[in-house]
């Protein structure tokens, strides 16, 4: 567990608020968010004495010097070279193959599509990406209007930080002290259920506005070429998920593992060479030197708001509102929603981790539920403005505005809130295999 209990009690004054207002004017400036948390870090250590300065620097490196934290670079390098092999496309073909013959069977499958690629990437921005520049074109072609089609892969693509593995689970687990392997196996079902709602919203809204009527009959025939050509695709996840569920390997091991199997298929289909791979490098080094910082600097920020009892603060105030544990829990929705709206996963999950924690344990809610309830209700921060991260990426890929697929994405907001209330007040969805 990478965070504190403070030993002594300190008031919660303006050497609190002040930091936490900075944060908030830094974000209306759009200074990069790695910036603004640092800047508020370093104010809040400063201003409180929570932490000596001189320590930042040793705060900073040991945040990041987490041995799960390897496993991100490498999730992303397994997403990368997932698109540059082909074998996206093919588990595309494979989910075509399979809900095809649906009467709204391409967006359906553009969805099962964005799970197969969820299930080996971890990133949710790799497959909003992936699949949006391989879908897109082809949905609108099957009669989805431009910005309806952009938000349907934006909301199937949320399932990149909820179906394992994801680079959020091994976040969160660090930060707690849970183990991701654990809630990878918890996560599940519950992102089943997501992958399942986005599936069901579009079948009814398909039924509602008559966007595409598919003619094609299912044939077992394509199917099971589809299922041969997709074979070294599907193994991956089999490969990922089977090693760390059967203790073989722990999650970072099983990241390392999916890379080198990716490159291995790719280099003996001749879909890949190795003049390939420093672009692949690159390419992911740079999405990671985005990820990475912001966690450095996070930690501290967290650790000062433990340490000056912003969690009990907190605690202590929803407990003067209600002493309702499933009002407190809708109390606590409320905050993570808001939160994802403004803010990535990652500094949230970083800072509201250890603030809600103790919250959550007081009304009784089990460790690991709370822990898919905040990473499920951050997902759908990623399709709600005006941070909303698969927002931007669908946008730059497709060219449609934000705010118009945002608009589309409100029904596919409504039915992951659903499955984040089912999380929130049924907890065998996600405590089922305990």
């Known amino acids: 567990m990478l965070y504190q209990t403070a030993e002594a009690s ?35 250590l400063w201003l409180t004495g929570a932490l000596p300065l001189s320590l930042l620097g040793e705060s900073l490196f040991s945040g990041v010097n987490h041995y799960a934290l390897i496993a991100i670079p490498l999730y992303l390098l397994t997403g990368d070279a997932l698109v540059r092999t082909g074998l996206s496309k093919k588990l595309l073909d494979f989910a075509e193959a399979t809900m095809g013959s649906l009467r709204s069977g391409m967006g359906t499958s553009t969805v099962l599509g964005c799970g197969f690629f969820s299930s080996i990437s971890g990133s949710d921005a790799a497959g ?7 879908t897109y074109a082809r949905l609108v072609e099957k009669g989805y209007p431009t910005g309806y089609a952009a938000a349907l892969v934006a909301a199937g693509a949320c399932t990149g930080i909820l179906i394992p ?10 930060i707690l002290g849970i183990s991701a392997a654990s809630l990878f196996v918890a996560a599940i079902l519950p992102g089943v259920l997501v992958l399942v709602s986005i599936m069901v919203t579009n079948i009814i809204l398909n039924r509602i506005h008559g966007y595409e009527n598919s003619s094609a009959s299912f044939s077992l025939r394509n199917w099971f070429l589809a299922l041969w050509e997709a074979k070294f695709a599907l193994s991956i996840p089999f490969v990922i998920l089977g090693g760390i569920y059967s203790g073989i390997f722990t999650p970072t091991e099983a990241a390392a593992v999916a890379v080198a199997l990716t490159l291995l298929i790719g280099f003996f289909s001749g879909t890949l060479t190795f003049a390939d791979v420093p672009e692949m490098l690159w390419s992911s080094a740079k999405v990671n030197g985005i990820i990475v910082p912001i966690i450095a600097v996070a930690l501290p920020l967290a650790q000062a708001l433990t340490l000056v009892q912003v969690p009990q603060g907190f605690a202590d105030l929803i407990r003067s509102i209600t002493d309702d544990p ?10 993570f929603i808001l939160a994802g709206c403004v803010m990535e996963a990652t500094p949230n999950i970083v800072i509201l981790a250890p603030i809600m924690f103790p919250l959550a344990q007081e009304i009784g809610m089990n460790d690991i539920q709370f822990c898919i309830f905040l990473i499920t209700s951050l997902g759908v921060g990623f399709i709600t403005p ?30 992951m809130l659903l499955v984040v209330l089912l999380i929130a007040f049924v907890p065998a969805i996600s405590t089922w295999w305990m």
């Open 128 to 134: 909003c990406a992936a699949v949006g520049r391989m």
């Open 10 to 44: 300190l008031d919660i004054g303006w050497d609190v608020i002040f930091p936490l207002i900075l944060l908030g004017v830094l974000f209306l400036l759009a200074i990069p968010i790695w910036v603004a948390l640092g800047i508020t870090a370093l104010t809040m």
């Open 165 to 174: 593995p994801s680079i959020a689970y091994i976040i969160i687990g660090m």
């Open 326 to 335: 499933n009002i407190t829990i809708l109390l606590m929705l409320g905050v």
């Open 386 to 415: 005006p941070l909303g991260l698969n927002l931007f990426v669908i946008s730059s890929v497709t060219g449609q505005p934000i705010l118009s697929v945002a608009a589309r994405a409100l029904p596919y907001v409504l039915s």
